[in-house]
């Protein structure tokens, strides 16, 4: 039985197949990238701050524990017991100094309040400038989305480009894969433009 066509990568693919397969091919595994790249946007989003706490907005710090570092989320549990408040409780109390530092020492912004058994983040309303500023950073995110999809979108037309030089697809296949592969990456465009959306309404909101 043959593997489903969107595990095999385009690099991998041979002359002599099928024009049908070779297409597939190269189309579902530009869609699986650029799905990703939309997931990769909207995670970075997560990581924005907005008036709100949000386990999210920790997730990028590194703890160094016992000499190496380790995500936040492995050594604790967070929970957003207010609406402005995350509660970081360690699962072991000799992790609670090294959090508390890696808190300081990050670009979240907020002083860590420790208590010796939890630690405290108290998110403060955001000014209408810090709003502005965070809507910026978000909308460089999801421009450099975009252009990692068009990139994909770049790389697949070569690939189909090439195989039609080959003799192995021809022009109107190309034309059609093409026609497909504009259409899809179009779609994953407007998934950025529709988080991106989402999120500066989020940070605009009062």
Same mark, same amino acid.
């Given at each position: 039985?043959?593997?489903?066509? +969107?595990? $095999?990568?385009?690099? *991998?693919? %041979?002359?002599? !197949?099928?024009?049908? /397969?070779?297409? =597939?091919?190269?189309?579902?595994?530009?869609?699986?990238?650029?799905?990703?790249?939309?997931?990769?946007?909207?995670?970075?989003? +997560?990581? $924005?701050?907005?008036? *709100?706490? %949000?386990?999210? !907005?920790?997730?990028? /710090?590194?703890? =160094?524990?016992?000499?190496?570092?380790?995500?936040?989320?492995?050594?604790?549990?967070?929970?957003?017991?207010?609406?402005?408040?995350?509660?970081?409780?360690?699962?072991?109390?000799?992790?609670?100094?090294?959090?508390?530092?890696?808190?300081?020492?990050?670009?979240?912004?907020?002083?860590?309040?420790?208590?010796?058994?939890?630690?405290?983040?108290?998110?403060?309303?955001?000014?209408?400038?810090?709003?502005?500023?965070?809507?910026?950073?978000?909308?460089?995110?999801?421009?450099?989305?975009?252009?990692?999809?068009?990139?994909?979108?770049?790389?697949?037309?070569?690939?189909?480009?090439?195989?039609?030089?080959?003799?192995?697809?021809?022009?109107?296949?190309?034309?059609?894969?093409?026609?497909?592969?504009?259409?899809?990456?179009?779609?994953?465009?407007?998934?950025?433009?529709?988080?991106?959306?989402?999120?500066?309404?989020?940070?605009?909101?009062?």
């Amino acid at each position: 039985r043959r593997a489903p066509a +969107a595990s $095999v990568p385009a690099a *991998r693919i %041979t002359s002599g !197949l099928p024009w049908g /397969i070779v297409i =597939e091919e190269t189309l579902l595994e530009a869609m699986e990238k650029m799905d990703k790249a939309v997931e990769h946007v909207q995670g970075q989003f +997560a990581t $924005v701050r907005t008036g *709100r706490a %949000t386990p999210a !907005l920790v997730d990028r /710090i590194n703890v =160094e524990y016992y000499g190496a570092p380790v995500p936040i989320q492995q050594l604790a549990t967070i929970q957003v017991p207010e609406a402005r408040m995350l509660l970081i409780k360690p699962h072991d109390r000799n992790s609670l100094g090294p959090i508390e530092k890696a808190i300081r020492d990050s670009d979240l912004g907020v002083a860590p309040n420790n208590d010796g058994v939890v630690i405290r983040l108290n998110f403060p309303t955001l000014t209408e400038e810090r709003r502005r500023e965070y809507v910026k950073v978000a909308k460089n995110m999801a421009e450099d989305g975009r252009i990692a999809i068009r990139n994909l979108r770049r790389d697949a037309r070569k690939a189909l480009e090439a195989f039609e030089k080959d003799g192995d697809i021809g022009k109107d296949d190309l034309e059609r894969a093409e026609k497909e592969l504009e259409k899809f990456t179009g779609e994953h465009v407007d998934r950025v433009d529709a988080a991106f959306g989402r999120k500066e309404a989020e940070l605009l909101e009062v």
